[in-house]
């Protein structure tokens, strides 16, 4: 099983940014994806999660109403669309699965999340 995230760059403040993650080798399509971000020296936070079941979203309160979680299941495919950029966006983001439950309730928990992709930078620029 395995996650490729894509998408990161350097933009500035008030820009765009859409990520994807790939996923592949999953035996079945319902399972939640979640995005995740961490700043240097901050810990990880979930950001949104999506239940590609029934396509049910959950995001922070932080990226609510900026970022939208939205998914192409023919492509297996996970897209983060991430509008009004703010420096403090500034991290590494990263996708991750899991691939037992596609419940999204309680995506701020990291460690039901077994199947995590390698990290894409954003950075916005003030």
């Known amino acids: 099983l395995q996650l490729q995230a894509s998408g990161g760059g350097l933009v500035q403040t008030g820009g765009f940014l859409r990520l994807s993650c790939a996923a592949s080798?999953?035996?079945?399509?319902?399972?939640?994806i979640g995005w995740f971000r961490q700043a240097p020296g901050k810990e990880r936070e979930a950001i949104s999660c999506?239940?590609?079941?029934?396509?049910?979203?959950n995001y922070a309160d932080s990226v609510t109403g900026r970022f939208t979680i939205s998914r192409d299941n023919a492509k297996n495919t996970v897209y983060l669309q991430m509008n009004n950029l703010k420096p403090e966006d500034t991290a590494v983001y990263f996708c991750?699965?899991?691939?037992?439950?596609?419940?999204?309730?309680?995506?701020?928990?990291?460690?039901?999340?077994?199947?995590w992709g390698q990290g894409t930078q954003v950075t916005v620029s003030s």
């Open positions: 991750a699965a899991d691939g037992i439950s596609p419940w999204c309730g309680n995506f701020y928990y990291l460690p039901r999340f077994n199947y």
């Open positions: 080798g999953f035996t079945s399509d319902e399972y939640a």
């Open positions: 999506i239940n590609t079941r029934d396509g049910s979203t």
